[in-house]
């Protein structure tokens, strides 16, 4: 919502989580956007009741908790919800080759606050796990859209909590130089 609440007239924001959506309330605040409304409910719920016809949808690190079966259902109840010309963003960590990531990324996180953490790839459940981009594109067509933009990022991690303007700077720097 602090991406993009200053572009909208009307700003909604939807978790099940009522701590996010506390944080959430303190980050808006705080940046002064102040014309949002804050639903604490389940997507899938908030999708089904849903009246409106939305300009954007954002999705940040939302689609990778979701068991993998219900992620094609989801972009259908989006794509619903959106006006003709309305547009979907997207934001989850993606399957990729660990071989590929550049020598610079990985010195980073060696250092970084991440270090020993890590999702395990023998959990049930899908939460945390990476989405494979394949299928994730396969779902996003199913679902009706059309993929007009796509870029890649690496995750990058500061090196100490709360994150000093040098890490800052740092991970910028990363980001501009190996991400597309």
Not at 28 to 48: C, K, P, S, W
Not at 66 to 84: D, R
Not at 151 to 180: C, M, Q, T, V
Request: charged share 25%.
């Amino acid at each position: 919502i602090q991406r993009f609440g200053r572009k909208f007239k009307v700003v909604l924001g939807v978790d099940h989580s009522a701590e996010m959506l506390s944080q959430a309330k303190m980050n808006l605040q705080a940046a002064e956007i102040h014309h949002t409304t804050l639903i604490n409910q389940d997507i899938f719920t908030f999708l089904d009741s849903a009246v409106s016809q939305f300009d954007l949808v954002t999705s940040i690190g939302c689609l990778h908790h979701l068991p993998p079966i219900t992620i094609s259902t989801l972009l259908k109840k989006v794509h619903k919800c959106l006006k003709k010309d309305g547009q979907l963003l997207l934001a989850d960590p993606i399957v990729v080759d660990l071989c590929s990531q550049p020598k610079a990324i990985v010195e980073w996180n060696s250092a970084s606050v991440m270090v020993g953490r890590q999702f395990s790839v023998e959990v049930e459940e899908a939460d945390e796990a990476p989405l494979d981009h394949g299928d994730l594109c396969a779902s996003l067509l199913g679902a009706g859209f059309v993929i007009t933009h796509e870029s890649r990022g690496w995750e990058l991690f500061p090196h100490r909590l709360p994150a000093p303007a040098e890490d800052k700077r740092a991970i910028e720097e990363l980001h501009e130089r190996y991400s597309n």
